[in-house]
């Protein structure tokens, strides 16, 4: 079992930066592949970023390629999502996700087995 938590999310205005974290506990040895997520209202749960062994390979979607960082501490067992030049569609809850399974897609929520609770920010000036 993995248990995540998300944390960093508040408010910020256009342009600004923000970083969330994602704090992982349990089996954490064997997590693959962690992913963040969003969810905005009305909207279906979409990719965001991922970051995955070997190798720490990551991947992002194209909306915010360029302007985010996913990235991972194994010491501290912490996923982070540096996000940079946010913008007001940036809005949404973020989540966490992990998976222990080497194969799976891993942009897509079928992909992981462990979600976090997720953390609200909002890109308003």
């Known amino acids: 079992q993995v248990q995540l938590v998300e944390s960093g999310g508040g408010l910020v205005q256009p342009g600004g930066s923000l970083r969330l974290s994602c704090a992982a506990s349990g089996r954490t040895v064997s997590i693959y592949k962690m992913g963040w997520f969003r969810q905005a209202p009305g909207m279906e749960r979409e990719f965001v970023a991922a970051i995955r062994r070997p190798g720490d390979s990551t991947y992002y979607a194209d909306s915010v390629k360029g302007r985010f960082t996913i990235s991972r501490d194994d010491a501290k067992s912490t996923a982070f999502l540096q996000m940079n030049s946010l913008k007001p569609e940036d809005t949404a809850v973020y989540y966490c996700?992990?998976?222990?399974?080497?194969?799976?897609?891993?942009?897509?929520?079928?992909?992981?087995?462990?979600w976090g609770q997720g953390t609200q920010f909002t890109v308003s000036s």
């Open positions: 996700a992990a998976s222990l399974a080497y194969y799976g897609d891993s942009r897509s929520p079928g992909g992981y087995n462990y």
